[in-house]
């Protein structure tokens, strides 16, 4: 496998200025950048709901409709997991203590992921290329949707605006049961090799998985009808993918977010890194303090590229010094008011994408 190297132009002005003003904030105010009282509380809210709804599952639900609503219940509290708990541990922002950090991640192995696999998938690969064709892995699902203009365009591409919710769907069984042995065993993703895990990493990760099983199909098979474990199984993960997929693609898969193609000739993109993710994302209805709990902060993605080891809570206090920063250096920061609007822009690229004429923007 032939790895790509791709640099950027240094440093710049913009990114010193950025974390001084930021550094300035949280002296001022005199306060962490992480270990937020309100995380600890949220973290025990969050497993406490999840807990409740398979327990409540398991052994309560006496009939069809109880059994819907607490296998949605169930699948929203494992997405509050990944999205505040595992994700600010993952990125060293719920910490101080690197314990702590390295011990909350590990919710992610419990709801049936890898949390090695997606230190290198998201905090390495996406998080320093973000929305570079080729490289970040988030803007390619070849051959089954076409996310980028350089990017074979297939005929069932023009309505992928409509089937891409199917597939949204279908992302915690693929990562659950496939992707996350594949990466492992390839030592690579979006083309950049990543190291082996360790003995004691490795075994994190399929004890991990095989508590999973356990839990959602295992024990449930034991005490359940085969087929209402198995449909239930389904609407949780379905309801989880759906949730999970369209949250970080409103980020970045929109039509005001920057989308790049490396030229292998001259492999420099054209921005600093501090810059070039402000270009490449999009913050969306930062006015909303219930998706803004529930999400944890993922919709300040701006604020979450910049700085990913800041807790999620100080988000919203961050986001007016990014945008007046922004403004000043003459960079487009970008936020749609509401979650519908993210939507339709969502949609809209996915359907300009679908056609083949799409035009792609080089690097260069």
């Known amino acids: 496998m032939q790895v790509l190297r791709v640099s950027f132009p240094g440093c710049g002005d913009f990114h010193r200025e950025l974390k001084r003003r930021v550094s300035a904030h949280f002296e001022s105010v005199q306060s962490s950048p992480r270990d937020a009282l309100g995380m600890y509380l949220k973290t025990v809210l969050i497993l406490v709901w999840t807990l409740a709804s398979y327990s409540l599952l398991m052994f309560a639900a006496v009939n069809w409709w109880q059994a819907i609503l607490l296998a949605i219940g169930l699948a929203l509290g494992m997405g509050g997991i990944a999205f505040n708990i595992q994700h600010d541990a993952n990125h060293g922002g719920y910490s101080r203590n690197r314990r702590v950090n390295q011990c909350l991640r590990l ?31 988030d803007v390619d699902i070849e051959p089954f949707l076409r996310l980028a203009p350089d990017q074979k365009h297939k005929w069932y591409h023009r309505g992928q605006h409509v089937y891409i919710w199917f597939l949204y769907g279908l992302l915690p069984v693929n990562w659950q049961f496939w992707a996350d042995y594949r990466d492992l065993m390839n030592g690579h993703v979006g083309g950049q090799p990543f ?9 994190i990760t399929l004890t991990g998985k095989a508590f999973f099983y356990f839990w959602s199909l295992v024990l449930p098979l034991l005490l359940h009808p085969t087929l209402a474990v198995l449909g239930l199984y389904a609407l949780t993960s379905f309801t989880l993918g759906i949730v999970l997929t369209t949250v970080f693609q409103l980020a970045h898969c929109v039509e005001e977010a920057d989308l790049l193609t490396v030229d292998r000739d001259a492999p420099v993109l054209p921005v600093a890194w ?91």
């Open 107 to 137: 919710c992610l192995d419990l709801i049936g992921g890898s949390s090695y696999v997606w230190y290198w998938k998201h905090n390495i690969v996406h998080h320093t290329y973000t929305n570079v064709s080729g490289l970040d892995v």
């Open 274 to 364: 501090a810059e070039h993710q402000v270009r490449t994302t999009a913050n969306f209805a930062p006015g909303s303090r219930i998706l803004t709990w529930y999400l944890g902060g993922l919709n300040y993605q701006i604020e979450h590229h910049l700085f990913p080891k800041v807790c999620h809570i100080h988000y919203p206090a961050l986001s007016p010094i990014v945008a007046q920063t922004c403004r000043e250096y003459g960079i487009p920061y970008q936020s749609h008011s509401t979650l519908w609007q993210a939507l339709m822009s969502h949609l809209s690229r996915l359907r300009r994408l679908g056609q083949p004429e799409a035009i792609v923007s080089t690097s260069s």
């Open 195 to 203: 190291p082996k895990p360790s003995k004691g990493e490795l075994a």
